[in-house]
């Protein structure tokens, strides 16, 4: 069965220091792959998206950035981080053009 | 581009009730997949339910139903015999035939109290 992996589940980073969240994908080839940022709570928005190793979208503009260096394996980063960027990140992966959204089970990142 | 509204910010049902969580959207597009996710305390996503928009059937998933109406962008979930465990925060979202990603609502909070 298709399985998602995403970690740490809490951290707690100050500010101007760097960020890299992981998320795997088991059990399938070629997903597409998915970062989503919840702040306070509500509404989801979509950072990141990618449809192959190397091949990276990006949604909005920010101090983030993502790579795809292998085909089951999404990172987000950042090199400095800013206090605007606390929040839920939520990495998903779907198979096909009209499946849906499997979802991680999220990092609460609070930057101090 | 494609949006999503929920209107209904919170909303609470007593155990044993239904309650019917409303959504809109606009796309325009003739071809699109419409969900609704809940997201529990835990924070994990769930996928509650999917309709193909080409499917004049609502979609139902035990005691989860839709409403779907194309013509007015109306989908809303109703959720029959509401049980403690349906407490969260409930997401509607459009994925387009062409698209990649699923933009998603605000989110609606369910309380269902005993």
């Known amino acids: 069965s298709q399985t998602i992996h995403q970690w740490p589940a809490t951290l707690v980073q100050p500010v101007g220091s760097p960020l890299s969240l992981e998320c795997t994908v088991e059990?399938?080839?070629?997903?597409?792959l998915y970062w989503y940022r919840q702040a306070a709570g509500r509404g989801l928005q979509l950072l990141f998206y990618s449809v192959g190793i190397g091949q990276i979208s990006s949604e909005v503009p920010q101090n983030l950035s993502a790579s795809r260096p292998q085909d089951r394996q999404f990172i987000l980063s950042s090199k400095k981080l800013l206090l605007s960027d606390s929040g839920f990140y939520l990495c998903a992966f779907k198979m096909g053009s009209n499946s849906p959204l499997h979802f991680g089970n999220g990092t609460r990142l609070t930057v101090t | 581009a494609q949006t999503v509204t929920q209107s209904q910010p919170e909303m609470s049902v007593q155990e044993a009730e239904t309650v019917t969580l409303s959504c809109t959207y606009d796309t325009s597009e003739n071809n699109y997949y419409l969900f609704w996710y809940k997201q529990p305390p835990s924070r994990q996503m769930i996928l509650v339910i999917r309709q193909e928009a080409y499917k004049q059937q609502n979609a139902t998933e035990n005691r989860f139903s839709v409403n779907f109406q194309k013509a007015a962008k109306s989908f809303s979930l109703k959720i029959s015999d509401s049980q403690l465990g349906d407490t969260a925060m409930y997401f509607c979202?459009?994925?387009?035939?062409?698209?990649?990603?699923?933009?998603f609502g605000k989110g609606t909070s369910l309380l269902v109290t005993p």
């Open positions: 059990g399938t080839s070629n997903p597409n």
């Open positions: 979202a459009i994925l387009s035939n062409s698209g990649y990603a699923l933009n």
